[in-house]
């Protein structure tokens, strides 16, 4: 079992998971660029309990891959996390967006995370957005889009 205590940051090369306990229970995973290759092994299985999503790539190749219950938006990282193969939202997840106002305000739309091989499972519940916010799936990607209402167009 891994005695090391702390955030796991993956921001280059390949991090690869090769057994259970490789990562301390409750972990915070922090994707800032890399690869976190699981192997067929989960989240769950680690007990991890929040990531960070601010680029880079995960890997799982157990058919399915049961995301953290807690899910945080790097704004400004400047490029989405990619989970490779079939994803799950577990049930009573959250997403906590902070500081979305960083964003430039001719940017509508921020992609944060894209699951190829799709996505399931109902979605989290939003933290940490006003009222100018929200978070949407967009087939399968998911998306921060800035609501700028109804648009009245005369003629």
């Known amino acids: 079992a891994n005695t090391y205590g702390g955030a796991t940051t993956v921001a280059g090369g390949t991090l690869k998971i090769g057994e259970s306990g490789a990562l301390p229970t409750g972990t915070e995973v922090v994707m800032a660029g890399g690869t976190l290759d699981l192997g067929t092994h989960d989240f769950a299985e680690f007990g991890v309990g929040t990531m960070t999503l601010g680029g880079g790539t995960v890997v799982n190749d157990a058919g399915s891959l049961v995301l953290p219950a807690n899910l945080k938006v790097a704004v400004g990282s400047g490029a989405p996390t990619v989970f490779a193969g079939a994803s799950v939202f577990p049930s009573g997840a959250t997403v906590t967006v902070s500081d979305p106002e960083s964003i430039p305000p001719d940017v509508n739309r921020y992609v944060f995370a894209t699951f190829v091989g799709g996505v399931s499972g109902p979605m989290p519940t939003v933290v940490g957005l006003g009222g100018d916010w929200s978070v949407k799936m967009r ?11 109804a648009i009245l167009i005369l003629r």
């Open 139 to 149: 087939g399968d990607t998911m998306v921060l889009s800035r609501n700028r209402g």
